[in-house]
């Protein structure tokens, strides 16, 4: 079983920065492809960026250049950093595990799921 656990979210004004964190319990997850969603009320849960187990990343569209996704060395934490936010992605942020170290986007190819963390952008 894995535990992940997010951090880092909060209230931050429209252009501000926020870095995220999500831990898993208990073991590496060097082996996985980690990532990030995230989900407004009313919304479908939507893909935010992943890092495979090879280091390589992908974003969705409206957050490149702005977000970075990152993991430390000992493969234990992920990071999301966050800059220049916009009030559109107020959400509840979720970090995600594919124990099998696929490349998708897709909410559905993830096995495991963190509570997330609340991230509001106010104007």
């Known amino acids: 079983q894995v535990q992940l656990v997010e951090s880092g979210g909060g209230l931050v004004q429209a252009g501000g920065s926020l870095r995220l964190s999500c831990a898993a319990s208990g073991r590496t997850f060097s082996s996985y492809t980690m990532g990030w969603f995230r989900q407004a009320p009313g919304k479908e849960r939507e893909f935010v960026a992943i890092?495979?187990?090879?280091?390589?990343?992908n974003y969705e569209n409206s957050v490149k250049g702005r977000f970075t996704i990152s993991r430390d060395n000992a493969w234990t934490t992920v990071y999301l950093q966050m800059n220049n936010l916009k009030t559109e992605e107020t959400a509840r942020y979720y970090c995600?595990?594919?124990?099998?170290?696929?490349?998708?986007?897709?909410?559905?190819?993830?096995?495991?799921w963190g509570q997330g963390t609340q991230v509001t952008v106010s104007s």
């Open positions: 890092i495979s187990r090879g280091g390589r990343t």
């Open positions: 995600a595990a594919d124990i099998y170290g696929r490349h998708y986007m897709e909410p559905r190819y993830y096995d495991y």
